[in-house]
């Protein structure tokens, strides 16, 4: 494993060390110090997060045997946005877990996905995360975009992830209202763009209990201050990592308006996304990522992924994070999920979970942090 070429921007940041500038040395200052990490990255990185709704409505729309269809209202008293929801139930009675994606603009959750999906007892959902913030530039020449969130919350300044973020809480205020779900097993994928946004939307949800992020990168499962590189003449698909100047230059609106001074000084942000994994703790972060995948960092992955296993340690919940790697490019297949799947399973049944390979095949990545946990 060629790491010569990679460019490391500083060591990552503490994140134990507590913003008086004391240290976490108790597990009974975790909801406290948790609230710190997701200051110190969501307003900054993605503008912020929208406000809880004032209006909120779910509207059953269609009932196929097994398949359900609703449309969630919500917003402002003034002014709403709607989008569908839609569930596809397994066999038995009683309260079942489900699995959430957002992630109905891709191919990704297929027919054999599902079918996997309810042959083990979960319930399947699905919406179309861009009716809630289009992943479309409306003005190619400007950094002003437009999406249907920020039409209803026209004064604040987040981005679409915070917004799609936004829309999977939304989706989970509907699934408590149905008789049929379990609320202590509620799981969210996403791949790539929704990859990021899952991770963001478990940090900041206490409710979603398991979170798979597949092939998310920089400003997902990433890392800013571990630059990856191959070389010109590498045989895959991209010769380097996405850089935070990649993400500004092709899609700011993902993000939040005051990036600018961090990019080549990724040393500087007070955060990296080890923080953002971490504040998923002790709930359940499963990392999904192909090793050739090189756009997505997946070294850098692996720093924050170690680093936030400290987190995890020391709330005594170090077997609930997990990293493996895939070895199919850019994509997000049936093995990832089953994967997942799986992963899920040993948190309800609370076994070891044994099936994911991050740790051997990135032992020989010298870490970048040097603090640890201490209890």
């Avoid at 609106?253 to 923080?275: A, I, S, T």
């Avoid at 990293?323 to 994509?331: F, I, Q, V």
Wanted: one cysteine or more; glycine letters at 8%.
């Amino acid at each position: 494993m060629d790491m010569s070429r990679d460019i490391i921007k500083g060591m990552l940041p503490d994140p134990f060390v507590k913003h008086d500038g004391t240290r976490m040395t108790s597990r009974g200052e975790w909801n406290s110090k948790r609230l710190e990490l997701i200051s110190d990255v969501v307003p900054l990185l993605f503008g912020g997060m929208p406000p809880e709704p004032e209006v909120f409505e779910l509207v059953p729309l269609s009932c196929n045997g097994t398949i359900l269809t609703y449309r969630i209202v919500t917003g402002t008293k003034e002014k709403t946005v709607s989008f569908e929801l839609k569930l596809e139930l397994p066999d038995g009675d009683g309260k079942h877990p489900v699995v959430l994606t957002g992630d109905d603009c891709f191919e990704y959750f297929t027919d054999e996905v599902r079918s996997e999906a309810h042959r083990r007892g979960f319930v399947t959902a699905v919406f179309n995360r861009d009716a809630l913030y289009s992943d479309i530039r409306r003005e190619p020449d400007s950094k002003t975009f437009v999406g249907e969130l920020r039409e209803v919350y026209s004064d604040y300044s987040f981005g679409a992830i915070s917004a799609w973020a936004w829309g999977y809480s939304r989706c989970v205020d509907a699934l408590l209202k149905l008789g049929f779900i379990d609320p202590q097993k509620i799981a969210i994928t996403g791949h790539s763009r929704g990859g990021k946004t899952t991770l963001l939307a478990a940090a900041v949800d206490e409710r979603i209990a398991f979170c798979q992020s597949n092939c998310s990168g920089a400003a997902g499962c990433g890392c800013f201050r571990y630059k990856q590189f191959e070389g010109e003449n590498s045989p895959f698909r991209d010769h380097r990592s996405e850089f935070l100047s990649d993400l500004l230059g092709a899609v700011p609106y993902w993000l939040g308006p005051n990036l600018e001074k961090y990019v080549d000084n990724e040393d500087q942000l007070p955060f990296d996304m080890h923080f953002l994994k971490a504040a998923v703790a002790p709930r359940y972060l499963l990392e999904t990522d192909s090793i050739i995948d090189i756009w997505a960092n997946p070294r850098g992955s692996w720093q924050t992924y170690r680093a936030a296993k400290e987190i995890y340690g020391f709330l005594g919940a170090e077997d609930n994070i997990a990293l493996n790697y895939h070895d199919c490019d850019h994509c997000h297949d049936l093995n990832d999920y089953k994967l997942f799947f799986d992963f899920i399973e040993s948190g309800i049944n609370k076994t070891p979970f044994d099936k994911a390979n991050g740790e051997s095949v990135m032992n020989e990545v010298p870490l970048i942090f040097n603090w640890k946990n201490e209890k």
